[in-house]
């Protein structure tokens, strides 16, 4: 078979993603989302699936890239970015996840007063990347050991953006690491800064806005700024796969 240089899983593991994703109650996290920028989805891979996926990152044959964090004053630890072909199951995650957000995007976008639809299909999404010369696959898996901590940042790789992503927690609190909490910053205009610890357990997903949100008040919607890290891991060690529905420049 040659290599699917779109980014697309294939079509069995899309299928059991695709049922998978649907069974959540997106109603509910569409309503998270929108009200707290984050919403968890509880126990999207088994334990099993979260050791295999964290099993691949000592095998550089699955990536195009290796990050230090304090090289680049990211932080400290390491991910890797993969390559085309993604993983099965993480393709047919980011393929399966896509239409749910892209609702969400979209009603954002119209609140927030941005041009621009995001069509239903990742597919096209994708094709809309490669046109505009973001080709360049985004998923990653991180690895955090005692002392590793993740910079507050936005994970936005040239002019197209897709404003939602998920995290995916590998490993197990309290038995493969201690600290290590995911957060959230919310950057309101002329007030302080809202913060949102995101509690995760094994296999948990946290879908959450890459850079801007809506937000609602008295006078209508307004813009907030956002930012998502990573608090110092006291033991242990912590993997998470990162799903970013972009291509990269
Ligand atoms: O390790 C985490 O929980 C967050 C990783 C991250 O920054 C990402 O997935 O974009
Ligand atoms: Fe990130």
Redesign the pocket.
Known sequence: MPPRSSGLASPVADSSAAARVAAYDWPALAGELDGYGCAVLPKLLSPEECRAIAALYPDESHFRSHIHMARHGFGRGEYRYFKYPLPDLLGGLRTALYPHLARVANAWNERMGIDGHFPGDHASFLARCHDAGQTRPTP?L?Q?EPGDF?CL?Q?LYGDLAFPI?A?I?LSQPGADFTGGE?VLTEQRPRMQSRVEVVPLRQGDAVAFAVHNRPVQGSKGSYRVNLR???SRVRSGR?H?A?I?FHDAK
């Open positions: 990653l991180l955090y993740n940042h994970d992503q995290a927690l995911f998502h890290g990573v912590r998470t990162g970013i």
